[in-house]
């Protein structure tokens, strides 16, 4: 066994000493998707033939038989049993933004009574979980409870393990109704990433290019998150009902030295890190970059990005892992957007390209005039798209964590703008006046084209304050929520950007001269669409002035963020590219609203319990305290002064928090009354959420007048910086 093998071994089951536990570069590549049924499994267990239908199912979508799929199971399941596997599971991925599971043995009665391993081509490809549990937003009667599972074979089988030894062969799904509506994240996902395909081949053959069969969106999700200790966790109701602080003064040393960003990290903190890259390298996810980010006890993890699909199964890995990665060291990993008030959120940066099966990314500036005139197109392309479609893409990271984050200082605002740099954005500016916009000086490649311009070989500028920010070879999308699973993010992405390829490649088609149309079409882009440019400083005031003007939508909550997705704008196009039905639409509206409304609820609630059962309790008995000491003060001859301004300070704020909290009851329940989703949702953002924040700031207030003895949770001070 190797050294890592050992680490992973012993991490896997929960003890982690940090002894010296070297790990060597050998060790890694044996390590490295040991636990994934991948191309080299697959390779090594199944027979020539077989594996090349899968080959073609895989890559070009082509029918699955079931001897085919028969065979693959059996050598599945072999494998899984060698690695230690009883149960095999079909995952997916429910509209809560979760992932689901349900475990079935391989255990198959004999005649004689005994067992024997099975697992065949019908369980591998389809599975029907009760699905009557799952959110469906109407889709799916509840008499109606089946739903089933479909083998996602794109993304490969894997083996799951945990702490307690267990194993359990993996496999990703598609969840949809016997309608075939989709009850998942992932379908769309999927059907999205077909018809971007399927359009950007369309340009790429206007084009002249002959070679390339698909396009795939590529996509890394870097995951931001926090890490605290499990003790002060366990001591805090609302972490542990929402994931986020309701309450809590800050601390006196905040984000303000800039100290955290990319510091050395602490031991304790490498040792998750390392534990969590183990598991992560096992499941085959390509766990690159780790640091500290800018908040206190706030961290990153990027992998190296891979197809959306693939992308999107490792984000939710990612975070499932960090979690349970965490709690072996004694940590807690909050993924909520806004864990802490006053310190930076945390955010999902999906980077987003598109790439050819022949290995072109289709956003990277070419050294030849044919490539600048595709990337040009296609950055036309995403400009159009991404202003035309804004709402959704603003729809698209809405939750309530992400209403606390955008528009908040040290966040991205709520409107959505595109970094595109001075010297690209110079460029496209002399292009839309019909100019060759030829660069200046030596940074440019000069390629002596007539209609196109040369390019900067390397745009790195870089633009932290930017929702969407390119980023010299791809796109960045910042405003994804941390907590959210990216499937729907980059299914909008996907689907708009195949609407704005389908109308350029039908203009391509059509054209005399290709390359003037391909001038034309980069220079109308930028005439209508390059308003949503913007380099400057995103978190500016200015700019939300100047986006107005612009007009470019600014929605600053996810009640009104959620209608872009709902509307008969949105039908028509997630019909036309066969991505979401109106009714599939319409159910991911009313679940999301219903999320919304149930995520405040909790928070109210446990506001509520919180000031009633700990803090009035706490600051009743201190003031006790406090008129007993005076008391005793009065005894031997003293005056009171301070004693009695204190309390008179106190008092005011309990006396407040007190009203408060009836306001905030009352606000409660008056908004769970209403029937219909949005009034309700309507009613939990206009009333409850105010309410909250009024009592907290009566709280907060009375935590810097108590004694630290006398508060019943631990501050601010100690969840961030006791690590
Ligand atoms: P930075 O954001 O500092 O430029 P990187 O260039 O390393 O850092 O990229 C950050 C993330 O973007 C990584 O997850 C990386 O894999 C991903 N990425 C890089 N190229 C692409 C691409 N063509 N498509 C999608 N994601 C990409
Ligand atoms: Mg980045």
């Known amino acids: 066994m190797s050294v890592l093998q050992k680490i992973a071994k012993e991490s896997a089951s929960g003890r982690n000493e940090v002894t010296s536990k070297k790990t060597h570069s050998d060790d890694l590549t044996e390590l490295f998707g040991s636990n994934v049924f991948g191309d080299r499994a697959m390779q090594e267990r199944l027979p020539e033939d077989i594996y090349r239908a899968l080959k073609e199912t895989i890559e070009k979508g082509k029918l699955l038989t079931l001897e085919v799929a028969n065979v693959v199971a059996n050598a599945m399941k ?27 043995s391989f255990i198959t009665p004999t005649a004689d009574g ?45 083996l799951k393990e945990d702490a307690a030894g267990n194993v359990t062969l993996t496999i990703p799904t598609a969840f949809c109704s016997y309608t075939s509506e989709a009850l998942d994240k992932k379908t769309p996902l999927l059907r999205s990433m077909e018809a971007v395909s399927k359009q950007a081949i369309r340009v790429l053959r206007a084009l002249g290019n002959t070679t390339a069969q698909r396009v795939t969106a590529t996509v890394g999700a870097e995951q931001e998150y926090f890490l605290i200790d499990k003790k002060y966790y366990d001591q805090r109701i609302d972490l542990i009902s929402a994931g986020r602080t309701l309450f809590g003064g800050p601390s006196p040393k905040g984000q303000e030295l800039e100290d955290q960003y990319f510091g050395a990290l602490k031991d304790r903190i490498s040792a998750f890190m390392r534990d969590l890259d183990i598991e992560l390298w096992k499941m085959g996810v390509l766990a690159k970059t780790k640091h500290n980010e800018v908040a206190p006890t706030q961290f990153e993890m990027a992998p190296i990005f891979s197809t959306t699909n693939v992308a999107t199964d490792h984000n939710q890995l990612v975070m499932e892992t960090m979690q349970k990665v965490a709690l072996r060291h004694n940590l807690v990993c909050l993924l909520h957007e806004k864990p802490f008030a006053g310190v930076n959120g ?45 709402d959704k893409l603003r729809a698209s990271a809405a939750n309530t964590g992400n209403d606390l984050r955008l528009g908040a200082n040290e966040a991205p605002p709520a409107i959505i703008s595109v970094f595109m740099g001075d010297e690209l954005s110079d460029i496209l500016e002399a292009l839309g006046k019909g100019k060759s916009g030829k660069g200046k000086g030596e940074r440019f490649m000069a390629l002596g084209v007539d209609s196109l311009p040369s390019l900067p070989m390397d745009n790195t ?14 796109f960045e999308f910042r405003m994804v929520a941390s907590s959210a699973s990216i499937a729907g993010p980059n299914t909008v992405l996907n689907t708009v950007a195949a609407e704005a390829l389908d109308e ?10 290709v390359n003037k149309e391909a001038t034309a079409i980069v220079r109308e882009a930028v005439n209508k669409h390059g308003r949503v440019i913007f380099n400057g400083n995103g978190y500016a005031a200015d700019w939300v002035k100047e986006a107005k003007k612009r007009g470019l939508p600014n929605i600053s909550n996810t009640v009104d963020a959620l209608a872009a997705m709902a509307n008969d704008n949105a039908t028509k196009l997630f019909e036309k590219y066969k991505v979401l039905s109106g009714g599939e639409l319409h159910s991911r509206y009313e679940v999301y609203l219903e999320q919304y409304t149930k995520h405040i609820n909790i928070e109210a609630k446990a506001s509520i319990d919180m000031v009633k059962k700990q803090y009035i309790p706490s600051v009743i008995s201190y003031l006790g305290d406090l008129g007993r000491a005076s008391q005793d003060a009065k005894s031997i001859g003293l005056t009171v002064t301070v004693q009695k301004d204190l309390a008179g300070k106190i008092n005011k704020h309990l006396v407040a928090a007190y009203k408060k909290l009836a306001i905030l009851e009352t606000a409660r329940e008056k908004a769970n009354s209403f029937e219909h989703a949005k009034e309700k949702a309507e009613a939990f953002r206009d009333k409850v959420v105010p309410a909250m924040h009024g009592l907290r700031s009566d709280i907060d207030a009375l935590e810097f007048l108590l004694p630290t003895t006398a508060w019943p949770v631990p501050s601010y001070a100690e969840m961030l910086f006791k690590l």
């Not at 304050?465 to 980023?471: C, E, Q, R, V």
Request: with cysteine.
């Open 78 to 104: 072999d494998w899984a049993i060698e690695k230690g596997a009883t149960h095999y599971t079909h995952w997916f991925q429910p509209l809560t933004g979760k992932t689901a599971e349900k475990h079935d």
């Open 346 to 390: 945390s955010g999902k940066h999906n980077n987003w390209s598109l790439a050819t099966d022949d290995g072109q990314n289709l956003l990277e500036p070419g050294n030849t005039p044919y490539d600048n005139e595709q990337f040009l197109i296609f950055l036309a392309a995403t400009l159009t798209a991404v202003d035309r479609h804004a």
């Open 504 to 513: 350029i490649a039908t203009r391509l088609e059509k054209a005399p001269d």
């Open 461 to 474: 500028d870089r633009n932290r304050t930017s929702p969407f920010a390119f980023t010299g070879n791809k």
């Open 114 to 158: 005994h067992i024997i391993m099975e697992f065949s081509g019908k369980q591998l490809i389809k599975g029907e979980p009760d699905a009557s549990s799952f959110p469906s937003g109407g889709i799916r009667a509840t008499f109606e409870a089946r739903g089933y599972t479909a083998w996602d074979c794109t993304s490969p089988a894997f």
